[in-house]
């Protein structure tokens, strides 16, 4: 249908990005699979999160917001699609959301971005060019294909920069040596996609990472992070698939090697025990979170902001424009570690220690845990895994069926029963009685 409102108006709309190469990818597996070769099912199995579309070919200068306009006609023949512009980029997303088969598709259509032609485009060469030039601005060969859509050479895959065979050869190449510099999230990127996919980062574009990161692009990231918070939203987003992705471990590792975990602040680097920090806290997280109420990529994120001074890991989280919660966290960090250290040991009965815990949510607790010495973070344990699920025995319904009046002396009551419940004084539920009555 977006072709064909594109048709009509004598433009021309392509397929580009991360659906492209998933598209190949897949055929790639299909073709594989039967010589018993799996090497591309990972990104196969990835297929089609996002379809990103974008509009060219066109000659008038109200063509300029044509991926507006086409959007806008696409919401019109489709009434259930919920449509979202931004102007500023010439940009519209579209969602499916009311189509059970399509489960909620995103649908971005773009304007290629390029100069104008004050004449008409029908010349293919300017075609190819504008929308090459659109490609180019990509970050790698495999993410910089085009599948024109529109009648009448639809189906044509443009490949300017060889990403086809990077693709069969498993190679994450930028298009450009300036690439990182430009955008240094693109570090990030390109580990992601590798570790993601199964590829090599191929060694020139692994000599450009190195020579961004020795010119000091991060600190360009740091400096620069108010003035051009696009640059912010990026690098938070590409933190947060990877320490969300099941793949966390090996990426991290390989931005290490890389020398690249200073993009997120000059000081930070991926010491033996930040490395035992992190595994902690993602253990810990997966035993205890089972009903997924936590961002584990955010906590994971907040264990290494945790390595720098206090000054400049709330600076870093305010930045990445991280949660409210978040930034409180790395805010009060020290005291609240020098609270635990100092009462936990003070604590003798186990009712004492869930009334010094009972305030701190989960991921305040994980984090603290590895900070503090063992003993501590034993006593942080044995909270978690023996103290923070007791169920009470009793509750205010029981209290009115023994015979008491409901008011506010219930709360102290059933607090007190918690407290010897959690001792080991009362067992169940007679005993629980036996020590209202009493
Ligand atoms: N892109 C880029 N530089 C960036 C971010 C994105 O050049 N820093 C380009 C890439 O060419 C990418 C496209 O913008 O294909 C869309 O970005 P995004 O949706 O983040 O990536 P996808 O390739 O679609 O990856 P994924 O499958 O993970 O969504």
């Given at each position: 249908a977006a072709a064909k409102q594109a048709e009509e108006r004598g433009w021309q709309l392509y397929l580009v990005g991360g659906a492209v190469r998933d598209l190949f990818l897949s055929d790639l597996a299909a073709a594989t699979t039967d010589e018993g070769d799996d090497r591309f099912e990972e990104g196969a199995n990835l297929f089609m999160a996002d379809i990103d579309l974008v509009v060219d070919g066109f000659h008038r200068a109200a063509d300029h917001a044509a991926g507006v306009e086409l959007a806008r006609a696409l919401q019109q023949q489709y009434p259930s699609v919920r449509l979202q512009i931004h102007g500023r980029f010439q940009t519209s997303a579209l969602t499916w959301h009311n189509d059970p088969t399509l489960n909620s598709l995103w649908i971005d259509i773009a304007t290629a971005r390029t100069e104008f032609y004050p004449y008409p485009a029908a010349n293919p060469e300017v075609e190819a060019s504008s929308i090459r030039q659109d490609l180019y601005r990509r970050d790698f060969t495999i993410n910089a294909m085009a599948i024109r859509l529109t009648a009448p050479r639809s189906g044509e895959v443009l490949d300017f920069f060889g990403g086809l065979l990077d693709l069969q050869e498993q190679h994450v190449r930028?298009?450009?040596?300036?690439s990182f510099i430009e955008d240094p999230t693109r570090i990030y990127r390109a580990v992601r996609f590798a570790v993601r996919l199964g590829f090599e980062i191929d060694p020139q574009t692994e000599g450009y990472i190195r020579h961004a990161i020795a010119s000091g692009v991060y600190h360009r990231i740091q400096t620069e992070m108010a003035k051009f918070p696009a640059l912010q939203t990026r690098l938070k987003q590409e933190l947060r698939y990877i320490l969300e992705a099941p793949y966390w471990t090996r990426a991290i590792q390989r931005l290490s090697d890389l020398g690249a975990i200073c993009c997120i602040h000059s000081d930070l680097q991926l010491t033996d025990r930040l490395w035992w920090q992190l595994r902690l806290v993602d253990r810990w997280l997966r035993q205890f979170d089972t009903d997924h109420q936590v961002e584990h990529w955010l906590t994971l994120l907040e264990v290494l902001l945790a390595e720098l001074e206090k000054s400049d890991r709330v600076k870093v989280a305010e930045n990445l424009q991280l949660p409210a919660d978040s930034i409180d966290r790395l805010q009060n960090l020290d005291e609240m570690q020098q609270y635990l250290q100092s009462h936990l040991p003070k604590c003798d009965r186990p009712s004492q220690l869930y009334q010094a815990l009972i305030p701190y949510d989960l991921p305040t607790l994980v984090l603290l845990a590895v900070l503090v010495p063992r003993s501590i973070r034993r006593q942080i344990w044995q909270y978690l895994t023996r103290l923070a699920p007791v169920k009470p025995l009793l509750n205010g319904n029981d209290l009115k069926a023994l015979g008491y009046k409901p008011g506010r002396q219930f709360k102290p009551m059933l607090e007190a029963l918690l407290a010897v419940t959690l001792d080991g004084e009362v067992r169940d539920r007679t005993e629980a009685e036996q020590f209202i009555r009493d």
């Open positions: 930028v298009l450009h040596a300036n």
